[in-house]
């Protein structure tokens, strides 16, 4: 009698060292050391230095007399703290180092999370899809609330997910997790948190118990109590600035149906390249699982987490990453628990593009590194010249050496054989490091030639004359020279919005490139601008 006999499946070497020395590397990319840089480092160095030297914890200020409304004051609580209890002296490597362990903590959370999903080792999928994609890249790599929004949202999902072994403590945690997400410019992150736990026990009798109800309860409590009590201590302290506070926490809807029509179409957009690869699987998933989805509670709940935070951004009134971003939370779940029933197909398409896409991008830094070394190939020298006109050159051999340990490990993860699902997510998130850490170990230096403030600070201290007699003004708060002449040269500069009836005799302000600047009775004492600004920044005296 014939019989059939077919081939077993290969087995699969797992190898976790692979992934833990990955996410060390990853999140080693953003330790490295180097100057503020914009859009909020120079903000968040400055506030973090003004609350530790004047020891004001309520309101936040770049610099003395300056408030700073756009990012929450628990923001600066978390850095000012660990500051000051392990006495760091150089606040902006402090700052970089409490970033990695942030970054380090969100990792683990959604390992966490998504080894409590309904898929076969799914916390080792959630890391590396979360590690590969651009938006969480984009927010780990700087200083913004974005990162620690993003940890509040974790704690959340893990307390939801939690919530019917161990009510208690996944009280604890929610409220935890919803102070972190209170720290956004506005309050509709913390208002779709809560609007979620409402909603919830109608979308599924999973949730309607009372483990579930003590949860939310408790951890709502217990954020309400800290969250209301620093409002009512900063309308006790500065009435002032806790009004504006509130207005501007509280305004993020608008009224205007063409507006939201137009907001579709661009976080429509946004998202295409935002959580890449994430969407790709994320339809991949809705193929094979379709109303299965909800059959796990937490992915249910990420379902309706991506509707609320669409239409909440659509409804803003506003076009900015900032009203999307947690949504790599959910898409990232939400992708990894069908990666190994992808077709065959599918997976050699993917895996070939990201191969393709990372070994450009490497041969581009490489390139780079090259020019800036020797001068050759003389057009890309002359271009990245342009940008940093006082870079030099310095070979460093550590560097170099970490670069060439990533190459190594890279090309180790895409020469693989027996690739499916699992291992082309992680080519992916081994290149996305890989890219990552050559420029970083590369070209560093001379990246940061380029967005540093320093030199620029530096060449305008002959110039100012600021002192206890004296002072220097600045056209209005919150703005940029404010933050990076505290941070670098401890100058504070004087709000003033007419130069002319205040007291200052020097003013700094910031203009458009090509802007004429005309003050009757001043005249240009210094001016300077980055190559890569958009604007340059002037300083005035009286005649």
């Known amino acids: ?51 530790i030297a004047t020891n004001s914890w309520l309101v936040p200020y770049i610099a003395k007399g300056t408030p700073y409304l756009d990012l929450q004051p628990f923001y600066f609580w ?33 390992g966490r999370i998504g080894s409590g999903l309904l898929a076969f080792k799914n916390g080792r999928s959630v890391v590396m899809i979360l590690i590969s994609s651009i938006g969480f890249i984009n927010n780990a790599y700087q200083l913004a609330p974005n990162l620690v929004i993003l940890l509040g949202f974790a704690l959340y999902f893990l307390a939801l997910q939690q919530s019917s072994d161990r009510p208690g403590i996944s009280g604890w945690m929610l409220s935890v997790g919803l ?55 900063l309308n ?39 959580v890449i690869p994430s969407w790709m699987l994320v339809l991949w998933t809705i193929y094979k699982r379709r109303k299965r989805i909800f059959a796990d509670k937490i992915l249910g709940a990420s379902v309706l987490f991506i509707v609320l935070l669409f239409s909440f951004a659509c409804l803003s009134g506003q076009q900015q990453e900032a009203k999307i971003f947690p949504i790599i939370i959910p898409f990232v779940l939400l992708a990894s628990v069908e990666i190994d029933s992808i077709r065959i197909s599918i997976v050699s398409l993917m895996n070939w593009f990201c191969i393709f896409t990372f070994g450009l991008a490497g041969l581009i830094i490489t390139a780079l590194y090259i020019a800036l070394n020797s001068g050759s190939p003389a057009d890309l020298f002359s271009k990245a010249q342009f940008f940093a006109p006082d870079y030099v050159f310095q070979f460093n051999a550590w560097q170099l050496a970490l670069a ?5 490990i890279w090309l180790f993860m895409i020469t693989r054989k027996q690739i499916r699902g699992r291992e082309m997510v992680s080519n992916w998130a ?21 967005l540093s403030f320093k030199d620029m600070v530096e060449s305008s201290r002959n110039y100012l004359k600021n002192n206890a007699t004296s002072c220097v003004a600045t056209n209005g708060s919150n703005k940029l020279q404010n933050a990076i002449w505290y941070y670098y040269a401890d100058i504070n500069l004087k709000p003033e919005a007419d130069f002319a009836t205040g007291e200052c005799r020097q003013a700094l302000i910031g203009v458009e490139r090509n802007m004429t600047v005309n003050y009757p009775g001043w005249h240009v004492a210094w001016s300077a601008k980055r190559p890569v600004d958009s604007k340059r920044y002037v300083l005035l005296e009286r005649n």
């Not at 956004?184 to 579930?212: C, H, K, Q, S």
């Not at 081994?430 to 380029?450: E, R």
């Open 236 to 274: 006790n302290v500065d009435h002032e600035f806790f009004l504006q506070w509130k207005t501007r926490y509280t305004a993020f809807f608008v009224f205007n149906p063409i507006l939201w029509l137009s907001d579709i179409g661009f976080y429509a957009q946004t998202l295409l390249w935002y």
């Open 179 to 233: 102070i972190f997400i209170s720290l956004n410019f506005t309050g509709e992150f913390l208002v779709i948190a809560l609007l979620m736990l409402v909603i919830l026990p109608f979308l599924n009798r999973e949730w309607r118990n009372n483990d579930y109800y003590i949860t939310a309860l408790s951890g709502i409590a217990l954020f309400a109590l800290i969250f209301f009590s620093y409002a009512w201590q």
């Open 430 to 450: 081994s290149g996305s490091t890989f890219v990552l850490v050559l420029f970083v170990s590369l070209c560093l230096p001379w990246f940061n030639s380029v």
């Open 1 to 51: 009698m014939l019989t059939y006999t077919p081939n077993p499946k290969p087995r699969r070497k797992d190898r976790p060292w692979l992934l833990i020395i990955m996410v060390l590397i990853w999140i080693g990319g953003a330790t490295f050391f180097h100057e503020p840089w914009e859009p909020y480092e120079p903000f968040v160095v400055a506030v973090v230095k003004s609350m």
């Open 404 to 408: 060439v340990l990533i190459s190594g």
């Open 78 to 110: 978390l850095y000012a703290l660990i500051i000051k209890i392990f006495d760091f002296s150089n606040i902006v490597n402090a700052v970089r180092l409490i970033n990695s362990v942030i970054i380090f903590a969100v990792i683990i959370l959604m």
